[in-house]
């Protein structure tokens, strides 16, 4: 996890600004995945999907399963949609793909934990 670098503006075309707890929240921002406590103000990068997923690759919207603090990760490379889940507590994991089949056009969890319980909701674009 890297601290944001006074070049940087996370807050750049941000998508699915998410609460993780009382003084924490998380967002999307041009292929990346940021969190910041409040307290501190000062952002800190989780994952750059650019890096892991390719350099074409834009996060389209996030969702946070409180219960498992895992992230889905919904975006687009070269037109082609994925799905991705995300552990900051076990960032050597990296982007764990999640195989849907078919494009998604956002997704939420439903109950944590999309490879052991198969609990991904897809929706429709909007």
């Not at 409180?66 to 037109?79: D, I, Q, V, Y």
């Not at 050597?92 to 089949?101: A, F, M, R, S, Y």
Request: a negative charge; proline letters at 3%; glycine letters at 10%.
């Amino acid at each position: 996890m890297e601290d944001l670098s006074l070049r940087q503006n996370a807050f750049t075309d941000a998508v699915s600004l998410c609460a993780l707890s009382n003084d924490t929240i998380a967002w999307g921002s041009d292929g990346r995945l940021w969190r910041m406590n409040v307290n501190t103000n000062a952002p800190e990068l989780l994952v750059d999907c650019r890096l892991s997923a390719g350099d074409s690759t834009e996060l389209r919207s996030l969702d946070y399963a409180k219960s498992t603090g895992k992230f889905l990760l919904n975006g687009a490379r070269a037109e082609k949609e994925f799905l991705y889940q995300f552990n900051p507590h076990d960032p050597t994991k990296g982007l764990e793909e999640i195989p849907t089949g078919a494009g998604v056009g956002g997704a939420a969890w439903l109950a944590g934990d999309a490879k052991t319980t198969g609990s991904v909701a897809k929706t429709a674009r909007c």
